[in-house]
């Protein structure tokens, strides 16, 4: 985390290490920086390099430039958000920073989309990050996850775990309380 500045993702620098999420503009949010630690420690196992890693509501796309950064350019890392105006500017703001070339080398990329669709051209995924609650885990993210996977996302107020086993039966577990703006 400490090698992507987190002022380039927010609308206000002044308020980009406060912890709490903060408003990036279209009623979206950057999560607090402690949300985002707790979901890259639950992640950190299946974000090694060579891994491919799908963000759902990349929102402005810091946690999606951390990632690539943590699977490198043998990696593959894709956000997905359904703000076109925010791609816009995740794109941009990765740009300013250690990301950048692996935009420019396709390891990164941020499309325009509904996440609970997932991002199947890329699939199938070794880590599944959504950053917004869902009403119920959605069935095409976990159609995603490769076998020995791991998809880390809110629903309703409980931050789930939700692990896919080798024969293909998941393991879930809640974690946490949590309270995100809504998967929509």
């Given amino acids: 985390m400490i ?13 980009a290490y406060i912890d709490s999420p ?11 920086p402690h949300m985002h ?4 420690d639950y992640l950190s196992e299946h974000l090694k ?3 491919r890693v799908l963000d759902v509501g990349s929102g402005s ?8 950064l943590m699977v490198g350019e043998t990696g593959r890392t894709v956000g997905v958000e359904h703000i076109s105006q925010l791609v816009d500017r995740s794109i941009e703001s990765i740009k300013k920073g250690p990301a950048a070339h692996l935009l420019d080398k396709g390891a990164l990329s941020i499309h325009v989309g509904d996440g609970k669709k997932g991002f199947p051209d890329e699939a199938p995924y070794d880590a599944i990050h959504v950053g917004a609650a869902a009403s ?4 095409a993210l976990v159609n995603q996850l490769k076998p020995g996977g791991r998809i880390v996302i809110p629903v309703v107020d409980s931050l789930m775990i939700i692990d ?10 809640s974690v946490m309380d949590v309270r995100y703006v809504p998967l929509v």
Avoid: H, M, W
Avoid at 23 to 32: D, E, L, M, R, V
Avoid at 61 to 68: E, P
């Fill in 61 to 68: 796309g810091y946690l999606a430039a951390v990632f690539a």
């Fill in 22 to 32: 903060q408003p990036i503009g279209y009623n979206a949010t950057i999560s607090a």
């Fill in 164 to 173: 896919k086993l080798a024969d293909g039966t998941l393991k879930q577990k």
């Fill in 49 to 51: 390099p060579g891994n």
């Fill in 3 to 15: 090698q992507i500045d987190r002022a380039d993702y927010v609308l206000d620098r002044r308020s």
């Fill in 136 to 139: 119920e885990i959605p069935e």
């Fill in 37 to 40: 630690a707790y979901c890259l």
